[in-house]
């Protein structure tokens, strides 16, 4: 049978003994006879409402399947993990915990009892507008007083910001500023004056008795969509030393690149602690772990090529002044760029113009980010 490893035998030690210690939250179910869901925390007289139950059933499965591999990978290697089932409710787990509340499904396999009528027919009329036989904006409007007027509340839903939405266009070209509860919160619903404006892709719409449901895509075309670009993952402190693997490089914000050597528990002052050994060219720097947010991975080029930094050396210095450097040359020259542009007039042209709408409606291709802010700032 194999002996514990030094950081292994170091966590049961800390287990056994009860005490907290730094990165102890995977180990938490070690610590309690169970763990508490949702369920366990919602008020009396809650009720609780699942959208597609058989979806939330297979991201549930999905999830658990992964944290599954995760804890076998973890266990082969030797180190002190938790079973999954100790961490995470099952769906049936879920829903029998949910039983107290009352649950209500919400499935979109099945019809809603409730009359409803397609609002396709209007998307032949507002193309109609849009090859010069009318206005689509007079258009919208025209059905958003007939739709008020019974009383009818009307949610509009677009890919675009309301200041650039045609349909919310619509809207406030009658005097009515649509609300939009993803930034105001609950709406205060007026009588006559019920619009809602919701940022999103819904690719038909459909009108009930009571509500209309207007689908800018379905109007005026779906847009082309430019997957969205990945952004470059910057350095992240650590947050707990089971992120690192004895021998592996680290960058410490003062004294630069360092060698990682493990856990160790010193005395220091009188008083235990528990350090973060990190080797240095010129020697080791004892980091105590609850400042293990001063360390990042290093993320350079070939490991066994990396020379490493002294303590408090010039080294380390040198190479953030470059760095320093490069960035506050680039912000100049940003700056310089951004004061040129707005020394330049810039022209005006209005925004319900029937050609713009169409032009908007047919162009091809997504707006790169930086396109995108800069309709949403000249709008």
Known sequence: MAHPSTKTAYLLERITDGEEFF??????????????????????????????PAAVRHGLEVLLAAEEEKFQTWKQRGRITVPVKRFYATYEDLEKAWQRYGITHIDPAVTPDIETMSTASMRTQVHASLTGEGDPISFLEERYLAWLNDGRTIHLISPESMERSPVARAARSLGITPQDPDKSGPPEMVPGKGVLFRRGHVTTGFETPYAVLVSEEELFGVRARRPKRRKARLKAPLTGFEELESGALVVHRIHGIGRYQGLVRKEVGGRQGEFLEIQYADGTYFLPAH????????????????????MGGDSWKKKKGKVEEKVRALAEELLRMAAER?????????????????????FPYEETPDQAKAIEEVY
């Not at 369920?39 to 809650?46: T, V």
């Not at 707005?342 to 047919?362: H, I, K, N, Q, W």
């Open 291 to 310: 400042r293990i947010g001063e360390l990042e991975r290093y993320r350079g080029g070939d490991a066994s090529k990396v020379r490493l930094d002294r």
């Open 23 to 52: 990165g102890m939250e995977p180990l938490t179910p070690l610590y309690h006879g169970d763990m508490a869901t949702l369920a366990d925390y919602l008020p009396d007289g809650s009720r609780v409402m699942v959208e597609d």
């Open 342 to 362: 707005a020394s330049r007039p810039g022209t005006s042209y209005p925004v319900s113009d029937p050609m713009l709408l169409e032009f908007e409606a047919t």
